[in-house]
């Protein structure tokens, strides 16, 4: 994945346990290199492991590390020159949601090497909508959950996301049900 991805796992790792921490992490997932170049792709196993050296360094689950990643991404992207390309993305969270995919076509074009996850909506109603998610990555579901949580505070809608179908359990893809209060 683009270096931005692994630079976003350091920001997480610094922000909340501090630069010695994120040497031990660098360190421990055997990487000896100064900076991740953010319009640079890199292998996915690089993001992988530092998952995994992050979760030990820390004591967190890899899933646990990897919602907060998904929250600190894009509360984190918003904030961080890709704001302008967020705020095109919607008004509302369903909005953004059914926009995901123009969104990640748009990305795409100026990134050729990205591999982006597709997203699609249905059963939208005024307070829910099915998020579908196929990916040819593997165990980033807890990713996604804290994309959708940090979409949610970015939109300042509280939401409640339920995974009703899984792909590790069999299904086709997994798809998600979020759920907010009514206005
Ligand atoms: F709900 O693959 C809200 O490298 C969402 O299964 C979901 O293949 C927002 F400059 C610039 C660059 C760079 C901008 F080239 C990426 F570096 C992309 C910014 C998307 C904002 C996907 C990142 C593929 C890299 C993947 C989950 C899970 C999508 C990560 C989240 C908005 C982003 O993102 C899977 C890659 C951007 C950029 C956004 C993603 C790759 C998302 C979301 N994806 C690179």
Redesign the pocket.
């Known amino acids: 994945?683009?270096?931005?991805?692994n630079k976003a796992v350091q920001e997480l790792v610094e922000s909340r346990f501090g630069s010695a921490a994120w040497e031990q992490v660098k360190a421990k997932a055997g990487l000896d290199l100064e900076i991740f170049i953010?319009?640079e792709?890199y292998p996915d196993d690089i993001t992988y492991r530092l998952v995994g050296s992050a979760s030990a360094v820390t004591g967190m689950t890899p899933e646990a590390i990897l919602m907060a990643f998904g929250e600190h991404?894009?509360l984190h992207?918003s904030r961080q020159g890709?704001g302008a390309?967020?705020d095109a993305g919607g008004r509302s969270l369903p909005e953004f949601?059914e926009n995901?995919p123009n969104?990640?076509t748009r990305?795409a074009m100026i990134?050729p090497?990205?591999?982006?996850?597709e997203?699609r909506t249905s059963h939208r109603t005024d307070t829910s909508i099915r998020l579908h998610y196929l990916?040819?990555?593997q165990g980033?579901t807890p990713?996604?959950v804290g994309?959708?949580s940090g979409?949610g505070k970015k939109f300042d809608t509280p939401i409640r996301t339920s995974l009703i179908e899984r792909k590790a359990e069999g299904a086709d893809h997994d798809v998600f049900l979020v759920e907010w209060d009514p206005k």
């Open positions: 994945m683009y270096g931005l991805v953010s319009n792709a991404w894009v992207t890709y390309l967020m949601l995901l969104f990640h990305v990134f090497k990205l591999r982006p996850p997203f990916t040819e990555r980033l990713f996604v994309l959708l979409l």
